[in-house]
């Protein structure tokens, strides 16, 4: 059993984890490819946020068996973590569940399963481990994802990321600069650095760091890596984003002048019942930080609609949250009552037609300001990373510092051969979503 496939599902984390667990396996001798057929052992890295991305799991998981019957099989991430060894009675085919918490044992897992264990779990979440692997296999080429904290301390009502991950354990800092400065050795200038809540990182090699080690410290250290051409972040917490985050943006542009700081509601009171330990105030004056910067601060955020209990009213001031934020982008999700969590607590009254009339409402109107706010770019010229090739229009696919897409015609055309370099493009045509222009 040497050959294995991997199938992932879900959030980033969950992407640069798969990406650590194949540098493991591959540095312990086995090979991966690229089809379930072609391989003796399936892994399959699930996501439990929504209870739509769990029931796909065991479909998924149910068509696995019927197309490769014989062959080992291992469920990997949230659901494992969550489901534990109910997976066995659910999916007897199964013969390995290990959480992402557990990912430093997975060696280990895999002796046992070759010498003939039927049945194999990693599902501790006492640990103060993170994975670290000397090995990482980046399937971006031009974009690499560097985990600095791992885990979540919050305990938002709605969510089971605090039971899947287990507690936070930051790396250290000197750990993620070293990961930082292979990365460009390898060619890459633009990094992505991972954590559910980035903004709580405190470098576990400095005691007492609280006082200075901080995420905007680590920030500016990254920004510094010579280089490095862009550096971004995700995921902040409100609760735990400070304005000198902003200060090290507005000080190094290496540091991508883009932020995703959810906010989940409007309303102060839903936000308490969420446990989210900030009230609408405390975000405004976030929003305000980022809106008085000196560079140009794209906001995105995310949204939950039909929190249990949500008014009329309360939804309305969601609805007016969206004229202050002059978002980016939105991505807006419908409550899902999940397992273990605190709002089980709460009848979910909210009907599924009233949350997408909701959810609908939100979207329209986010669209409509996304119109607005793209068009005033008009004209603008940009620095982009090239990204791709679209072959169906003939465009070089970019990104810009802000995270916007900048499709862009080059007079050279494909020759032009711009992959993976930054190029000028203006901005000749704005969409919702997306920008399109020529070569500048
Ligand atoms: N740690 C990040 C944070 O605090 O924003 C990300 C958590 S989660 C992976 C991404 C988003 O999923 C959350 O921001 C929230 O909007 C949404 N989400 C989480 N649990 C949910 C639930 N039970 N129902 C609907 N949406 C949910
Ligand atoms: Fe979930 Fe809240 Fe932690 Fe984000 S901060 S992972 S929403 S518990």
């Known amino acids: 059993m040497k050959r294995f496939y991997i199938e992932t599902f879900g959030c980033q984390m969950n992407a640069h984890d798969s990406e650590k667990v194949i540098g493991t396996l591959v540095g312990r001798g086995y090979e991966q490819v690229a089809t379930p057929e072609a391989a003796e052992l ?65 060696p280990e897992l895999l002796v046992q399963i070759e ?17 670290e692997t000397p090995l990482t296999r980046r399937d971006n080429p031009h974009k690499a994802y560097i985990t600095i904290i791992e885990g979540c301390d919050k305990s938002c009502a709605y969510c089971v990321v605090p039971f899947t991950r287990g507690p936070e354990r930051s790396r250290t800092l000197e750990s993620v600069l070293r990961e930082a400065r292979e990365l460009v050795q390898m060619g890459y200038t633009e990094i992505q650095l991972l954590g559910q809540n980035v903004n709580s990182f405190r470098d576990p090699a400095i005691p007492g760091s609280e006082l200075g080690h901080d995420f905007a410290y680590l920030l500016r250290r990254i920004g510094e890596v010579p280089g ?7 995921t902040s917490h409100p609760r735990d984003f400070v304005k000198d985050i902003v200060d090290a943006i507005d000080e190094n542009p290496v540091l991508c002048n883009h932020i995703h700081l959810p906010v989940q509601s409007g309303s102060t009171a839903v936000l308490s019942r969420m446990q989210r330990l900030y009230t609408r105030d405390d975000y405004l004056r976030r929003l ?41 982008s939105m991505y807006i999700f419908k409550y899902s009552r999940r397992p273990n969590t605190p709002a089980l607590q709460y009848e979910d009254h909210i009907t599924e037609e009233e949350k997408t009339r909701r959810f609908l409402l939100l979207q329209e109107k986010q669209r409509a300001m996304q119109i607005r706010q ?20 003939n465009q070089w696919i970019g990104k810009t510092s802000q995270n916007r897409t900048l499709n862009f015609l080059h007079p050279q055309g494909r020759e032009a051969n711009l992959l993976g370099q930054y190029a000028q493009a203006r901005v000749t045509r704005t969409g919702p979503s997306s920008m399109g222009g020529e070569a500048a």
């Not at 769990?54 to 149910?62: D, H």
């Not at 949500?310 to 978002?327: I, N, V």
């Not at 793209?374 to 229009?393: F, P, Q």
């Open 42 to 106: 399936i892994m399959y890295n699930t996501c439990s946020i929504r209870d739509k991305a769990e029931q796909k799991v065991f479909a998924r998981l149910q068509e696995f068996k019927r197309h490769h019957a014989g062959k080992t099989f291992a469920v990997l991430g949230c659901v494992a973590q969550q489901e534990g060894e109910k997976i066995f009675e659910k999916a007897p085919h199964v013969s390995m569940v290990v959480g992402s918490a557990s990912y430093n044992r997975l």
């Open 374 to 393: 793209n068009a005033e770019l008009l004209n603008r010229v940009e620095e982009v990373l090239v990204e791709g090739w679209n072959l169906a229009t």
């Open 115 to 131: 010498r003939g264990d039927k049945r194999v779990t990693g599902l501790s979440l006492d640990t103060e481990d993170t994975f």
């Open 288 to 328: 305000q930080w980022m809106h008085s910067a000196k560079r140009e601060i794209a906001i995105t955020s995310d949204l939950i609609v039909g929190f249990p209990g949500e008014t009329e009213a309360e939804f309305a001031e969601t609805m007016s949250l969206l004229d202050h934020g002059r978002y980016e």
């Open 228 to 234: 490095l051409r862009r550096v971004r972040f995700t």
